[in-house]
């Protein structure tokens, strides 16, 4: 060995989360080793498919063994096959929009006009903007933006906290609290729910969300640019001679007719769904005109965005697969009847108190589990399966149990340092992770307790949407 080859440092091995068709096949056999050694149970159920409280009682064991399980993955995929199916469109629908110009053209006319103004309109206005943006479609590519909030912040004395706290934050908290478009439509669909109903509670939440955001942003904001030495990140960013200015913009008719015909299709098929019965199908060919639309009011090649839709479903096949295989889990479960010990089990624990408590119970266990797997459409695959069963047995409608599952997924990603969309914007903005908890952790401690209160009151007085 030479001496080089010798005195080379050994470099020290990171330890990766494992990938998650790697945590869904773990999940898969201990859900067959549950086969083996919990005691099997089932509920009565009623016409509609759910179960009967105080019905629960004992069944002959079924085991079911890890060969068995894999043989089951064709079944799961086709089981899927609606879910995955809107994902497919709604991924190819979103890309056109998104890469149509839409977004960013309403984003940077907005910086642009607002750039000059003091904090207390400059920075709201932001996060405002940001959290829209997020509502009707949101994407982790919008943390670049990031980059522009640091412009910003340089030009008003603010810290990079604050950059992080418009822009990141800003389109987090729309997205999580969305009340209508591709996130909501999923959700609901793989619970059973109809598509883009039980709007006016989330509307509600989504405006108490983006408020406080927004107040909490411009307290901060203004708090550092009197005393710097209050920034949480050691100090404010100073103006640079000759630093990159923020470019005139055109007012963005084209992108504000994209949005309005995005809010316009979704609003369009609530209504059609509640008036005249629209099903999941005609959601589809909705979403196939709204990308192509995009493209042709910008004035944009059919074939770029025919490209740019097979590019958006392309993204989707992953996550498709990801829901194909993890319906597998509920599988086992159910041929091993352990699905219902567990919603038993778990309705002992939370439900013995009333509905409310109930809801609040899986919204926390939601909010503890997302800081393990912050992916929704992962996190939805392995945990609906069990969460549905719960709700079920525990008597809550199965709108309450997807906005307990909606609000508990949202809420901790920006904590976690498992989300990919936090690491990516701690890097642009250069903040450390510690640092970024002081400003966020209280806030969502505060969004926890709106969204604990507002989910115990649906659940206590039945909504169902």
């Known amino acids: 060995m030479s001496t080089a080859a010798a005195a080379a440092p050994k470099v020290k091995k990171k330890h990766k989360v494992p990938h998650i068709l790697l945590i869904i096949a773990m999940i898969t056999l201990v859900a067959c080793l549950l086969t083996y050694i919990a005691p099997a149970g089932e509920f009565d159920m009623d016409e509609n498919g759910m179960a009967i409280a105080g019905t629960y009682h004992a069944v002959e064991r ?73 509502c009707v479609a949101g994407t982790d590519s919008m943390i ?71 107040w909490w942003c411009t307290r901060y904001a203004k708090r550092v640019q009197k005393d710097p030495s209050k920034s949480y990140c050691g100090g404010v960013l100073e103006p640079e001679e000759g630093m990159e200015e923020i470019k005139a913009v055109p007012f963005p008719l084209k992108g504000i007719i994209v949005v309005a015909v995005m809010f316009g299709v979704y609003l369009f098929y609530s209504f059609a769904n509640a008036a005249w019965g629209w099903d999941q199908s005609y959601l589809v060919a909705l979403q196939i005109l709204l990308g192509f639309a995009a493209y042709i009011i910008y004035g944009k090649s059919i074939n770029d965005a025919s490209k740019e839709f097979f590019k958006g479903a392309q993204t989707m096949g992953g996550i498709s697969l990801v829901m194909g295989c993890a319906r597998v889990i509920g599988f086992v479960l159910n041929d091993g009847h352990i699905m219902h010990t567990l919603a038993y089990g778990a309705s002992q624990i939370i439900g013995n108190s009333n ?105 206590a007085i039945g909504y169902v949407g």
Request: charged share 10%; proline share 4%; net charge neutral.
């Open 355 to 459: 509905q409310a408590m109930a809801g609040v119970g899986l919204f926390i266990i939601t909010l503890l589990f997302n800081m393990l797997m912050p992916s929704r459409t992962s996190k939805m695959a392995v945990m609906f399966p069990v969460l549905i069963p719960i709700g079920d047995v525990l008597g809550l409608s199965r709108q309450v149990v997807v906005m307990a599952f909606q609000y508990g997924d949202s809420l901790t990603n920006t904590l976690t340092p498992m989300s990919g969309p936090l690491v990516g914007a701690l890097g642009l903005a250069d903040v450390e992770y510690d640092q970024w908890l002081k400003y966020a952790a209280p806030l969502m401690g505060i969004y926890a307790v709106i969204a604990a209160v507002a989910i115990g009151y649906l659940a």
């Open 144 to 214: 670049t933006f990031v980059t522009a909030g640091l412009i910003i912040c340089r030009k008003l004395r603010l810290d990079r906290i604050c950059a992080m706290g418009m822009f990141y934050l800003g389109y987090l908290v729309g997205m999580g609290a969305t009340f209508l478009g591709g996130g909501i439509v999923m959700m609901q669909s793989y619970a059973g729910v109809e598509p883009m109903t039980g709007i006016p509670p989330r509307i509600v939440i989504f405006v108490i969300f983006v408020g406080l955001n927004a």
């Open 62 to 134: 079924t085991t079911v063994n890890p060969w068995q399980a894999l043989l089951m993955v064709k079944s799961g995929i086709e089981n899927a096959a609606s879910i995955i199916s809107l994902m497919l469109i709604g991924g190819g629908s979103i890309q056109c929009i998104v890469t149509s110009g839409a977004f960013d053209d309403i984003l940077n006319y907005g910086v642009y006009k607002l750039q000059d103004r003091s904090v207390s309109v400059l920075v709201p206005s932001i996060v405002i903007l940001m959290g829209f943006l997020g």
